[in-house]
């Protein structure tokens, strides 16, 4: 085999592999592109860590939002109650309760409403507390808004032990 010809048949080659691994390593990753205009999400994985506390708000949060969204359900009251209980500590429930009494929206969200997202982003954490910014949507699209809450969470109970608006 002549030396040019082995030449070009190893550059074929290897373009081929490369072509190969460029179409297989986005499904490997999870992240095929939508081939389809007819797809109207992209499949999102969920994981979680008990032992983390941003994991902790995120699902304190995710839960509370499928309760007070369901009103309907007679169960969900009761749910969202003993969500506050399990995930707040007891200050930070009384101090909720004081809120709501005060201001008749509700102490988690900060309104009297139920937004449609949320997103939880650790923001750090110092003196055995963790903070986290929870971010709600209200609707959708160009006329959705967008309001934050300020969560901080003890390290050693994983209770969350304030919640505050952000301005």
């Known amino acids: 085999m002549h030396s040019r010809t082995r030449t070009t048949l190893f ?8 072509l190969s691994l460029a179409a297989i390593t986005p499904a490997l990753a999870g992240t095929t592109p939508h081939t389809s205009a007819k ?3 992209a499949a999102t994985a969920v994981q979680g860590d008990p032992r983390a506390v941003t994991t902790r708000v995120s699902d304190f949060y995710g839960s ?27 200050a930070e ?11 008749h929206a509700d102490g988690i ?13 650790y923001t750090g954490s110092g003196a055995g ?11 959708d ?13 003890d390290l ?3 209770k969350i032990t304030d919640l505050a608006p952000v301005n």
């Open 11 to 18: 550059a074929a080659t290897g373009i081929a592999a490369a």
């Open 39 to 41: 797809s109207t999400a």
């Open 64 to 90: 509370y939002i499928d309760s007070v969204w369901d009103l309907e359900d007679p169960t969900a009251a009761a749910n969202a109650k003993a969500l506050r209980k399990f995930y707040l500590s007891a």
């Open 93 to 103: 429930q009384k101090k909720v309760a004081d809120f709501e009494a005060k201001e």
């Open 109 to 121: 969200l900060f309104a009297q409403n139920v937004p449609v997202k949320w997103k939880v982003e």
């Open 129 to 139: 507390h963790a903070t986290s910014l929870v971010t709600l949507t209200w609707g």
């Open 141 to 153: 699209g160009s006329t959705a808004e967008v309001t934050k809450v300020k969560v901080q969470s």
């Open 156 to 158: 050693q109970t994983r």
